[in-house]
């Protein structure tokens, strides 16, 4: 039952975040738009929005290989992109550690917070979760 209520609010706390990023053209820079042209995280961008979970872990690999360590915010949402697809697998220990990275690589990264507190959520840790989301 908390869990249920957790996972309630982490939906909502996303689809808040998501809301308020749209119609932010700029949001990130024009290095951001530039790495975004390169085809690996292209494709990476389509497989998630395809929710192919499976193809999509080898492609954010490749991606973060290419992007230079300086490009903080590209590289903490590939990180985020390969852990929502750790929660989609229910590989929840993973998506923890890959989320916490992206929050490291960047803290400005909502999804990559929401991330973590759903995947603390669904380890059962739920004050973690709520530091995470909160």
Known sequence: MANEALKAKL???QRLAEEALQ????RGGAAKKEWRKITPY???EQLHIEQE???CLPMTERTLKKVPSE????????YEFRASCFVALKEFPQA???ATAATE??????????TRGA??????????AVVSID
Do not use: S
């Open 11 to 13: 939906d909502d706390r």
């Open 53 to 55: 979970w499976q193809q």
């Open 119 to 128: 995947a603390h959520g669904d380890l059962e840790q739920y004050a973690e």
């Open 23 to 26: 119609g932010q053209p700029g």
């Open 42 to 44: 292209k494709q990476m």
């Open 105 to 114: 690589e960047d803290k400005t990264i909502e999804k990559a917070w929401l």
């Open 71 to 78: 490009q903080k915010r590209v590289r903490a949402e590939c």
């Open 96 to 98: 923890l550690k890959v």
